[in-house]
């Protein structure tokens, strides 16, 4: 199992970013995926997750109404549009996928929201 993840970078609060995880080695449509992130001095938390058909989304209290999950099955691909940037998004943003009864973490993309 591989993931690809990119979209990360520098953006102003009140800004917006667009992620995405390019995933391979398993069958990507059969799946549920999730955003995970991780900031300094914090523990890995749950952001975002979506059934492997895209009909259910579950968010986080800190990111509902203003990060999307999204996925194209014919790309193996998940998104995460986030809006309205704050400061304390600040993280690295992995892609996740539990898999025959492992867990399958991407290498990271950083998101730094500053002025």
């Known amino acids: 199992v591989q993931f690809a993840e990119s979209g990360g970078g520098l953006v102003e609060p009140g800004g917006s970013l667009k992620l995405s995880c390019e995933a391979s080695?398993?069958?990507?449509?059969?799946?549920?995926v999730s955003w995970y992130r991780q900031g300094p001095g914090k523990e890995r938390e749950q952001v975002a997750e979506?059934?492997?058909?895209?009909?259910?989304?579950k968010y986080s209290d800190s990111v509902k109404g203003r990060f999307t999950i999204t996925r194209d099955n014919d790309f193996n691909t998940a998104y995460l549009r986030m809006n309205s940037l704050k400061p304390e998004d600040t993280a690295v943003y992995f892609c996740?996928?539990?898999?025959?009864?492992?867990?399958?973490w991407g290498s990271g993309t950083q998101v730094t929201v500053s002025s």
């Open positions: 996740y996928v539990r898999y025959q009864v492992s867990d399958w």
């Open positions: 080695g398993f069958p990507f449509s059969d799946y549920g």
């Open positions: 979506i059934s492997s058909d895209g009909r259910y989304r």
